[in-house]
């Protein structure tokens, strides 16, 4: 039965997380929430992964979840649900693209959609900085206002926000300096 659980809930993920794999975010942080297959951190340390790593993040995701859950077998099924629809999707509009494409309200549907993925990655945005940059957790326990920030994270972030809009480098540069400064830290 985990088995069929997985590969519906991650069709039905690859099936509306339009607009790639931080689009997913949000749809795997309320899977998280209904089946506690995966934790808030888990998805944070998946998200951090699957950045670092080839591949597609939602597809990283998907298959670090399945394979959490239930195995190699669940990483094959929820890597297959989550490509599935975007698979159908493409052949089905690649079809009759040439022949609408310059339709208006085929047009109108491509413009609607934009803002919907924005907001849909907007939302990851967030929620990977409320758990990176927040110890809710914490703040939580002692009730001290103090200890809702996570100050070594927001200093990284900081840091890396400013090298980045300067020196514009390679992501993957500063992806490898953030590990090693983790590992520091921690």
């Known amino acids: 039965m985990i088995y069929l659980l997985l590969l519906i809930e991650f069709f039905k993920i690859g099936l509306f997380a339009i607009g790639g794999g931080l689009a997913t975010l949000p749809f795997l942080q309320e ?3 209904k089946y506690h297959w995966i934790s808030s951190y ?4 998946m998200i951090a992964i699957s950045e670092s790593t080839p591949g597609p993040i939602g597809i990283n995701t998907a298959t670090f979840v399945g394979y959490k859950t239930a195995g190699i077998i669940g990483s094959v099924l929820t890597t297959l649900g989550i490509v599935t629809p975007s698979i159908i999707i493409i052949i089905i509009i690649a079809h009759y693209y040439m022949k609408f494409s310059e339709e208006p309200i085929v047009r109108a549907s491509l413009n609607g959609i934009r803002p919907t993925v924005i907001g849909l990655i907007a939302a990851a945005g967030f929620e990977v900085a409320k758990i990176a940059l927040l110890n ?6 002692t009730g001290v206002l103090l200890e809702l920030l996570n100050y070594k994270a927001i200093v990284l972030f900081a840091i890396l926000l400013y090298l980045i809009i300067k020196y514009k480098k390679h992501p993957i540069l500063y992806i490898i300096a953030s590990g090693i400064i983790g590992i520091i830290l921690k």
């Open 136 to 141: 809710i957790n914490q703040f939580i326990k």
């Open 42 to 45: 888990d998805l944070i340390n």
């Open 31 to 33: 899977l998280a929430e």
